[in-house]
């Protein structure tokens, strides 16, 4: 059972779930029958979460059931379905709004991203988006206001039934195959941009200021393309606000003097003054960065234009994200002091993925080959428990083989230079039993050997 949803951006085809929500999609039905969604404006957007519609007076608040229309206001709104559950795992879920009190009215939401949790048993699915995703698409990046409400309209113009299982009710049923009704000024009214209004974004502005915007735009369509090819990690990546670039510095300023001056403002991560690689030779200019950016802020208001070792140095905000690096697809990005800070990073990311490992230098290591049927000519390793806890992964204890092997024979390098050291000594002493110890050790032994022979025999 499909509804097609026709909105000012584009059409959207519903599939229902008759079976397991009856009172929902029949009440859903006869609704789009009646036109009741005609005209209904997309109230609330929030990015990557939800698009919310279906209130006749747009503002979240009003709205009632078919129920309402038939049996008055005592039946306005019905009881949510709990059983089965339903969750809203993926992006294009249609699910009716519950108003506060476990009771449903005209409200519905459709999610606009996969696997949205805090929606599951607070909302009740009845639908599914089978076709039309690039509406949802337009939807998640249409440019709204901090409470979710679009600055141009967004609004269902028709509703198409493709099939209907439930009988009409009697008292609609004069209703039920009426046309479209014409939109009137109240219904369209809006205090925002309407939906056949054509906008344009220079209108206004001054030469400079239209300069301005085509450069920042040309800009901002560079960097997505940077981001795109994966030069950058973030398009809209910007330099730290608690770092400060402080140039204009006489070269014999070094950097314990300069955080000394600094620090009368709050406590400093780093201070660092930059230098020639080769010749060691300050450069000049440093960068300081402040663990509160409130801090920072009073220092570049208070340090500007400050003597400084006869110097008259400039404070500016740091512009610079060298130093914050991308640590891989899907982890982010991180701010890191040098390189070798970064590579530990990265270390650590690699491994807590687990068991992700396709080479041989694992095997022996508390981990055992198993037989992927999927990809037959791959191997995949699993932790060998049957060899014990000492050799699991990510053990405090883990220590591989190779390592027990090295430790063993330092240690049995240790024992052999302590008694070759002792032995040294007590040659020096003179002791002639140390200078051919070992040859009476090896008598001893021999005599001890002979010894439980004896005994041997006499016992036959």
């Given at each position: 059972?499909?509804?097609?949803?026709?909105?000012?951006?584009g059409?959207l085809?519903i599939?229902?779930y008759?079976?397991?929500?009856?009172?929902?999609?029949?009440?859903?039905?006869?609704?789009?029958?009646?036109?009741f969604?005609?005209?209904?404006?997309?109230h609330?957007?929030q990015?990557?979460?939800?698009?919310?519609?279906?209130?006749?007076?747009g503002t979240?608040?009003?709205g009632?059931?078919?129920f309402?229309?038939?049996?008055?206001?005592?039946?306005?709104?019905?009881?949510?379905?709990?059983?089965?559950?339903?969750?809203?795992?993926?992006?294009?879920?249609?699910?009716?709004?519950?108003?506060?009190?476990?009771?449903?009215?005209?409200?519905?939401?459709?999610?606009l991203a996969?696997?949205?949790d805090?929606?599951?048993?607070k909302?009740?699915?009845?639908?599914?988006v089978?076709?039309?995703?690039?509406?949802?698409?337009?939807l998640?990046?249409?440019i709204?206001d901090?409470?979710?409400?679009?600055?141009?309209?967004?609004?269902?113009?028709?509703t198409?039934i493709?099939?209907?299982p439930?009988?009409?009710?009697?008292?609609?049923?004069a209703e039920?195959?009426?046309?479209?009704?014409?939109?009137?000024?109240?219904?369209?009214?809006?205090?925002?941009?309407?939906?056949?209004?054509?906008?344009?974004?220079?209108e206004?502005?001054?030469?400079?200021?239209?300069?301005?915007?085509?450069?920042?735009?040309?800009?901002?369509?560079?960097a997505q393309?940077?981001?795109?090819?994966?030069?950058?990690?973030?398009?809209?990546?910007?330099p730290?606000?608690?770092?400060?670039?402080?140039?204009?510095?006489?070269?014999?300023?070094?950097d314990?003097?300069?955080?000394?001056?600094?620090s009368?403002f709050?406590?400093?991560?780093?201070?660092?003054?930059?230098?020639d690689k080769?010749?060691?030779?300050?450069?000049?200019y440093a960068?300081i960065?402040?663990?509160?950016?409130?801090?920072?802020?009073?220092?570049?208001f208070?340090?500007?234009?400050?003597?400084?070792d006869d110097?008259?140095?400039?404070?500016?905000?740091?512009?610079?994200?060298?130093?914050?690096?991308?640590k891989?697809?899907?982890t982010?990005?991180?701010y890191?002091e040098d390189?070798?800070?970064?590579?530990?990073?990265?270390?650590?990311?690699?491994?807590?993925?687990?068991?992700?490992f396709?080479?041989k230098?694992?095997?022996?290591?508390g981990?055992?080959?198993?037989?992927?049927?999927e990809?037959?000519?791959?191997?995949?390793y699993?932790?060998?428990?049957?060899?014990?806890?000492?050799?699991?992964?990510?053990?405090e204890s883990?220590?591989?083989?190779?390592?027990?092997?090295?430790?063993?024979?330092r240690?049995?390098?240790?024992?052999r230079?302590?008694?070759r050291?002792?032995?040294r000594?007590?040659?020096?002493?003179?002791?002639k039993?140390?200078?051919?110890?070992?040859?009476?050790?090896?008598?001893d032994?021999?005599?001890?050997?002979?010894?439980?022979?004896?005994?041997?025999?006499?016992?036959k």
């Open positions: 059972m499909s509804v097609v949803i026709e909105t000012s951006i059409d085809v599939d229902l008759v079976d397991e929500r009856p009172t929902c999609c029949k009440n859903f039905l006869k609704l789009c029958k009646i036109k969604y005609n005209f209904c404006l997309f609330n957007i990015e990557n979460y939800i698009a919310q519609t279906g209130d006749p007076t979240g608040r009003g009632e059931s078919i309402g229309f038939v049996y008055g206001d005592q039946a306005k709104y019905f009881e949510m379905e709990r059983f089965p559950l339903i969750k809203h795992r993926k992006m294009g879920t249609v699910s009716m709004i519950n108003n506060g009190s476990d009771f449903h009215g005209s409200q519905f939401l459709i999610t996969d696997s949205i805090y929606l599951d048993g909302h009740t699915v009845f639908g599914e089978a076709k039309g995703f690039e509406v949802l698409q337009k998640n990046e249409w709204c901090k409470e979710g409400r679009p600055y141009q309209d967004i609004r269902i113009m028709h198409v493709l099939d209907d439930f009988e009409d009710f009697a008292a609609l049923s039920s195959g009426r046309a479209s009704p014409e939109p009137t000024e109240d219904r369209i009214q809006s205090d925002r941009i309407r939906i056949d209004e054509e906008v344009d974004q220079l206004g502005m001054s030469p400079e200021e239209i300069e301005k915007f085509m450069k920042q735009r040309e800009a901002k369509t560079r393309l940077l981001e795109i090819i994966g030069d950058i990690p973030d398009a809209d990546i910007k730290p606000e608690n770092v400060l670039f402080v140039c204009k510095l006489n070269p014999v300023t070094t314990e003097d300069l955080e000394l001056i600094f009368r709050g406590k400093i991560n780093s201070c660092e003054v930059i230098r080769k010749t060691g030779d300050s450069l000049c960068f960065e402040f663990d509160g950016q409130e801090d920072c802020e009073n220092a570049y208070k340090m500007d234009n400050v003597l400084i110097r008259r140095i400039h404070v500016d905000f740091s512009q610079s994200v060298a130093k914050v690096k991308w891989g697809k899907g982010g990005t991180g890191f390189n070798r800070s970064f590579r530990d990073e990265i270390k650590r990311e690699e491994s807590k993925q687990k068991f992700k396709t080479d230098s694992r095997r022996g290591q981990y055992k080959l198993i037989f992927d049927e990809n037959r000519d791959a191997e995949k699993e932790p060998d428990t049957e060899r014990g806890n000492r050799h699991r992964y990510g053990h883990f220590r591989p083989r190779q390592d027990d092997r090295k430790r063993d024979r240690e049995k390098s240790r024992d230079n302590r008694s050291d002792r032995n000594e007590k040659e020096s002493r003179g002791d039993y140390s200078r051919d110890s070992h040859k009476y050790r090896q008598g032994r021999r005599r001890s050997r002979d010894r439980d022979e004896k005994k041997y025999d006499r016992r």
